[in-house]
């Protein structure tokens, strides 16, 4: 591996739940002219990169026009300044900044399902198997998934606001590296994710105030 891989080669292969988060009938085309979107509240207080699935990459829901989220930190080195996904080689997940990062609700609504996957990955490798994730229904209809959880907080029926606690940065099931994955549905049709930049910015200051 190299020792800092560019973002699109580090998410090479890191592809979403490792089996279906919805049954095979729930698979879905995509035309990339009539895709919606959805504003969801960031899934960090830090700084992340995406990684965006375009249409027609996969094709399950869940992972149609999926983001895989990586946590980022600056780093200095040789009197230089990067902003960079891990320490080291990143053989390690405790090298990947990301790694047992709280994760927060995308948007409000109820907790419809919780998956457990045990197996914890090593970096560059993966456990074939659904990851660990809890899929969340708002009030619309909308569902998102947030997938490659560990410590799971949440319980099925339990109802959310944005922004609360979900669990921790994992790395299970079709993962090669601590992330998180998001994918959003509404009435099976995919959604494209956006951040909530004005969720971003009171996240960070409210972070910056603390020092981190």
């Not at 504003?39 to 983001?67: K, R």
């Not at 914890?120 to 198997?129: A, M, S």
């Not at 708002?138 to 099925?156: C, F, K, M, S």
Request: with cysteine; net charge negative.
């Amino acid at each position: 591996m190299n020792r800092f891989l560019p973002l699109g080669l580090a998410t090479l292969g890191a592809f979403a739940f490792g089996a279906c988060a919805t049954p095979p009938a729930a698979r879905v085309g995509t035309d990339p002219s009539t895709i919606d979107a959805v504003v969801v509240h960031p899934i960090f207080d830090s700084w992340f990169f995406t990684n965006e699935h375009w249409a027609g990459q996969l094709g399950e829901l869940g992972d149609a026009l999926g983001s895989d989220v990586f946590v980022a930190e600056l780093v200095e080195e040789g009197g230089r300044s990067w902003l960079r996904t891990y320490s080291g080689d990143g053989t390690r997940n405790e090298d990947w900044f990301g790694w047992r990062r709280e994760v927060l609700a995308p948007i409000a609504g109820e907790v419809v399902r919780v998956h457990l996957n045990p197996i914890t990955n090593d970096p560059g490798t993966w456990t074939p198997g659904m990851a660990s994730l809890v899929i969340l229904r708002g009030p619309d209809g909308t569902h998102v998934a947030v997938a490659h959880l560990q410590e799971i907080r949440v319980q099925e029926g339990d109802r959310l606001e944005a922004g609360q606690p979900l669990g921790l940065m994992g790395n299970n099931g079709n993962s090669r590296h601590p992330h998180i994955h998001l994918g959003a549905w509404r009435d099976n049709r995919p959604l494209q994710i956006r951040f909530d930049l004005a969720a971003m910015a009171k996240l960070r200051a409210s972070a910056s105030a603390k020092g981190e």
